[in-house]
């Protein structure tokens, strides 16, 4: 359980912002934290989120909601995400994992994320190559998360860009480093500030000199913000 301070907890990204960092289509983030709209023969319903902003009006996300989304984005970049089938599968790993939040549960590198991926496999009538191709992917999300000694996420490494096929960390977000916008690791140098003073004209190389990185790290940098 995170204290009521927690800088985790703190409302620190708009949607636009979140949606870029973790290389997620700005309309598929909103539908999951404020829910969509779905046509039925009586009229329109709707989706309830499955995200739960600290912040609605706007809805902006804490750190911990953008790992939420990370992890869900794992679902989303193979197969569609259903928000009935992830909200089903998620309250079955509440009533019978008795885990609250999974998303954000380190249980989720265990036999409790092996329970949910079956559970949604199953809803979403995933063959079993598909579930297999799914938890492989899901593995790989997880991968960039770093857990804290209370087995709740503290870093996340996210992609560089839309792939998720890289295994290269070196950006990360850290809600307790430069409020929680994204750096390059090895010397905690944002990655928007290494990207301004591209654009205005200064070298890969004399970045690497004033920050004392490698010229890959600035070019990775620049790679991670510019990325469409």
């Keep these: 359980?995170?204290?009521?301070?927690?800088?985790?907890?703190?409302?620190?990204?708009?949607?636009?912002?979140?949606?870029?960092?973790?290389?997620?289509?700005?309309?598929?983030?909103?539908?999951?934290?404020?829910?969509?709209?779905?046509?039925?023969?009586?009229?329109?319903?709707?989706?309830?989120?499955?995200?739960?902003?600290?912040?609605?009006?706007?809805?902006?996300?804490?750190?911990?909601?953008?790992?939420?989304?990370?992890?869900?984005?794992?679902?989303?970049?193979?197969?569609?995400?259903?928000?009935?089938?992830?909200?089903?599968?998620?309250?079955?790993?509440?009533r019978h994992l008795d885990i609250e939040r999974l998303l954000l549960n380190k249980q989720l590198c265990t036999e409790a994320g092996k329970v949910f991926l079956e559970q949604y496999g199953k809803l979403i009538e995933l063959s079993a190559s598909g579930q297999l191709a799914m938890r492989k992917v899901f593995e790989e999300h997880l991968k960039r998360l770093e857990w804290g000694e209370l087995q709740f996420p503290i870093r996340l490494y996210p992609f560089l860009s839309s792939s998720s096929n890289s295994t290269a960390r070196p950006i990360a977000i850290d809600s307790q480093i430069a409020f929680g916008r994204p750096i390059i690791v090895r010397k905690g140098v944002s990655t928007q500030a290494i990207a301004d003073r591209i654009d205005a004209g200064e070298t890969v190389n004399e970045l690497a000199l004033d920050y004392d990185l490698k010229p890959l790290e600035i070019e990775e940098a620049v790679l991670y913000e510019r990325a469409a």
């Design 1 to 94: 359980m995170q204290e009521k301070d927690d800088p985790r907890e703190t409302p620190a990204y708009t949607l636009l912002e979140a949606a870029r960092y973790l290389r997620l289509p700005t309309a598929t983030l909103r539908s999951w934290v404020v829910g969509r709209p779905y046509p039925r023969a009586s009229g329109v319903a709707h989706f309830q989120p499955l995200i739960r902003p600290p912040s609605r009006q706007p809805p902006n996300l804490s750190f911990l909601n953008l790992i939420e989304a990370h992890v869900l984005r794992s679902l989303r970049t193979e197969h569609g995400v259903s928000l009935k089938s992830l909200r089903k599968a998620l309250s079955y790993a509440e």
